[in-house]
């Protein structure tokens, strides 16, 4: 192997010289433990258990531990400890569920000391005490920990974890009597050895089976824990309830973590699977890590420092049949490898700009103007110099850009997600209520956009005039060129004029004046009559036009428009049934546009008074059943593409949900997932939770559907045993009783069903609030202290 790095530490009277090295083994390792003076290392596994003496240059075999003609499943390691107070004691767990004691100091070959066979299942580790130098604690598949005195022949002291399996134990550095144990179903507990009925405390640290946990050598508090959910996590246990303070982020199940001495805060970690690299985390910094050895080719299964007071050598061993010694000095950084630049928009339009140092160097020195918003504010993390392994290429400078306090108010997105209502009404409802909450908002176009949509897309058997005028009457500001009129305020000839005689047309067009005010003045009477203020062009069209542009025909069904109409009896129809005519639309559209009438009977109608109603309800007659109902699709999937363009995707995907199928067509899946994803991603960091799942409910993307049924996955213990339950039903496969009894009054509940997660006793929502007013303690007795939340 290539010569490296050459390191000497001295450690009082020891001094510790080495580079890195390794060498090969007879088959796999589970476990290794290093000895007191970090003169020599023991590998142990299902087919080895061998004491290597760690040299200068070199691992040299010195014991090998399995002997015998037949040897025994004594020998299969899962895990081995070299005790720190008595370099001659080892312990090990063997997966047949003994444990196993071994004296080096004796004579003869066989240095098997003591077995206790009190597990029943496969004993997943083994931990001596760090003073004591006969206690030896164990913990098992089997739900048990149990306590050894080594001058005894049997456990001295059981600790039922009420759990399916106990991965990890591990005696506190600093408190004697504690020790802490990790289980499969995610919790952690801590134990005093004096009282083995009880665990002094419990909660849940992952997601998951937690596989391994340390005490950190110098802060008597903190515990750090990993487990299946690729998470290392440190607790804080000086409060009352544990406080996490650290969490790290990995790419695979943490098997093993060792805290790194002399350095507070770095702390190694190994995988179970997928990984096969050792990596050192700074905890403060737990994106990227400090260091990685990338030497093994298998999965790593057990990790040591070289020595208590010494953070340059780390040993490891693997399961590709190697055992490495790792010199810090020739650790890989993943930092280097790291992008030093980065870019990203805040909430509230604020932009942080972070690059090397010496990119922006020109402008380090530059003091930025604190009234003038477009001078960055500049941060450098300044380099500690007690920590040994921080590298100069890993700083970066970081300068934000900060927007006007008012102009970066994000207030209206809150409230418009709040006060918008995406279903449950017919669709004129929903836009005329979104229309109104965007106008309140101050934001007009907007509201004009669910203005015209309701107009677009909402029939008239749907929506009353009365409505389209209340929205669109003079006060309206959403539609300012769309006003209400009164009959009188305009000619018949408006929609129904092209239909008469062009004679006739043209003779009447001659009666109608309109001045700039917009002020109509009908007949040769002169009479003036209250205006519109609708543009005259706007409201009577191009009168000069194409006859066909007029008449709006279809002129691949000619017949189909006379088909509507039927011919009046008399020229002249009673006075009586004009008054009595209901609908003011169909009387206009029923006289004027008969052949019959005369140019006189129009003036007549024209000038019946009658209620007032929108100029949009007499277009919309006009072109109802002209145009096919997706005419307008393309302006509005336009509209769409424009406002998300603009970052305005909170309307893109409420115009989306409220149309539903009449625009989902328009727009391609992908962009609609894309809309979908920024909008529920900007709601749940604005923390709307109740708004993002109601939007993921509502979509019409079936990428976004199937979010909510996706990782959701309820761990039930039994509140008798304690065990976990199956997902067969509410009795318990162990005890055969039933979990869900109310702890109260011993009922089972068929309701609504409560219960605590430290003790798993509950029960009906409404007596257990009853009690919790008078008693903080469990009803069933057991004494723990539930909160229900």
């Known amino acids: 192997m290539e010569k490296m790095a050459r390191v000497t530490t001295a450690l009082g009277g020891n001094t510790l010289t080495g580079r890195t090295m390794f060498c090969h083994l007879d088959a796999p390792a589970n476990a290794i433990s290093v000895c007191r003076d970090a003169a020599q290392v023991v590998v142990a596994g299902r087919n080895i258990f061998k004491i290597y003496s760690i040299e200068e240059d070199q691992f040299v075999e010195k014991l090998n531990l399995r002997v015998g003609r037949k040897p025994s499943l004594n020998f299969s390691c899962a895990d081995v400890v070299w005790h720190q107070m008595d370099e001659n004691l080892l312990a090990t767990a063997a997966t047949n569920g003994v444990v196993v004691t071994w004296n080096l100091g004796k004579p003869s070959r066989n240095k098997q000391d003591q077995l206790f066979t009190e597990h029943k299942r496969t004993v997943n580790k083994v931990c001596f005490h760090p003073t004591e130098v006969y206690m030896l604690l164990s913990g098992s598949q089997d739900g048990y920990m149990k306590c050894f005195d080594l001058r005894k022949k049997d456990s001295v002291s059981t600790f039922s974890g009420q759990s399916e399996s106990v991965r990890d134990v591990q005696f506190s550095i600093r408190d004697y009597f504690t020790f802490a144990a990790t289980f499969e179903n995610g919790n952690v507990q801590l134990w005093d050895i004096r009282r083995p009925d009880r665990y002094e405390r419990m909660f849940t640290a992952h997601n998951g089976p937690v596989f391994c946990c340390d005490w950190h050598p110098e802060d008597r508090g903190w515990l750090a824990t990993g487990g299946r959910d690729k998470m290392v996590k440190v607790w804080d246990m000086n409060t009352t309830r544990a406080k996490e303070i650290y969490c790290v982020q990995t790419i695979a199940s943490v098997a093993r973590v060792k805290w790194r001495p002399e350095c507070k805060h770095h702390i190694a970690t190994c995988s179970m699977m997928v990984d096969h690299n050792i990596y050192v985390w700074d905890v403060r910094r737990p994106f990227i890590p400090s260091a990685m050895f990338e030497e093994h080719k298998d999965v790593t299964t057990g990790i040591v420092w070289r020595h208590l007071h010494d953070p340059y050598f780390l040993l490891s061993g693997s399961k590709d049949s190697t055992l490495y010694q790792h010199i810090f000095k020739d650790a890989s950084q993943p930092i280097d490898r790291a992008n030093p630049e980065g870019l990203c928009y805040s909430l509230y339009g604020d932009l942080a700009f972070a690059a090397k140092e010496s990119l922006i160097s020109s402008d380090s020195n530059r003091k930025p103007y604190i009234g003038d918003r477009r001078h960055p504010i500049f941060f450098k993390r300044k380099l500690d110099p007690t920590e040994q392994f921080e590298y100069i290429s890993s700083s970066s400078a970081l300068s934000v850009f900060e927007t006007d306090v008012e102009s970066g108010s994000m207030d209206w997105f809150v409230h418009t997600a709040k006060q918008y209502a995406l279903a449950g009404r017919p669709l004129a409802e929903l836009c005329d ?92 009477d002169n009479e003036e009559t209250e205006g519109s203020d609708v543009p005259a062009d706007y409201l009577l069209g191009d009168v000069e036009a194409d006859e066909d542009d007029l008449y709006m025909m279809d002129h691949e069904n000619p017949h189909t428009e006379e088909q509507e109409y039927s011919l009046p009896q008399e020229a002249f129809p009673l006075r009586h049934e004009i008054v009595d005519n209901p609908s003011a639309l169909d009387h206009l559209q029923d006289k004027a546009d008969s052949p019959h009438v005369s140019g006189n009977e129009a003036e007549t109608v024209s000038l019946t008074p009658v209620e007032s109603f929108s100029l949009i309800s007499i277009s919309h007659s006009l072109y109802e059943n002209r145009l096919p109902s997706d005419f307008f699709n393309p302006i509005v999937r336009d509209t769409l593409l424009f406002y998300a363009e603009q970052g305005d995707v909170q309307t893109a995907v409420s115009v989306l949900i409220v149309l539903g199928d009449r625009i989902r067509k328009e727009i391609d899946e992908q962009t609609q997932e894309h809309w979908y994803t920024s909008y529920i991603d900007l709601l749940q960091r604005f923390q709307l939770w109740n708004i993002s799942n109601e939007v993921i409910k509502l979509s019409t993307c079936r990428a976004i559907n199937c979010l909510n049924q996706a990782s959701t996955t309820l761990h039930v213990n039994c509140s008798n045993c304690k065990r976990p339950m199956s997902n067969r039903g509410w009795i318990c496969d162990r005890c055969r009783q039933c979990a869900s009894m109310c702890a109260v009054c011993h009922h089972v509940v068929k309701g609504l069903f409560v219960w605590c997660q430290g003790c798993s006793h509950g029960g009906h929502l409404q007596h257990i609030m009853k009690w919790l007013e008078t008693s903080s303690h469990c009803p069933a007795g057991c004494g723990h202290l539930c909160e229900y939340t």
């Open 433 to 524: 209520h979104n229309a109104k909450v965007a106008k309140g908002l101050d934001r007009n176009q907007v509201a004009q956009t669910w203005t015209m949509l309701r107009i677009i897309y909402s029939s008239l058997g749907i929506v009353s005039s009365s409505n389209l005028n209340h929205s669109l009457g003079k006060g309206s500001t959403a539609l300012p060129l769309m006003n209400s009129f009164n009959l009188k305020d305009i000619p018949s000839g408006l929609g129904s004029e092209s239909r008469l005689d062009r004679s006739k047309g043209e003779s009447r067009s001659e009666n109608i004046l309109m001045d700039s005010s917009s002020t109509l003045i009908n007949n040769e």
